[in-house]
């Protein structure tokens, strides 16, 4: 049994960032990185593709966090065989 005298000792802690939920949540972002389907219908014919590799994407959302927004620089070639391709070799 603790007892106390003042309020602000028996005060409790409470974050208003939920840090411990934030934390549990970031750790669990590398599962989500097994679920990542592209829908065919979205793909058109007349605009470019970007060609990711599946370790960068799920380093670029390992790294992220729930509530914050990243953004990085992509860099990557463009195929000799087709102009409509861009092949994204790292994020920065």
Known sequence: ???????YEAATFHSKTDWRVRAISATNL????????VSSEDISEDGL?????KNTLSKFITVADLRTQI??????????????VREVRCII
Do not use: S
């Open 1 to 7: 049994v603790v007892t106390t005298t003042t309020q």
């Open 30 to 37: 590398h599962l989500r990185t097994k679920h990542i389907y």
């Open 49 to 53: 593709t970007y060609v990711l590799p």
């Open 71 to 84: 953004a990085g620089y992509l860099y990557g070639v463009t195929p000799p065989d087709n102009n409509q």
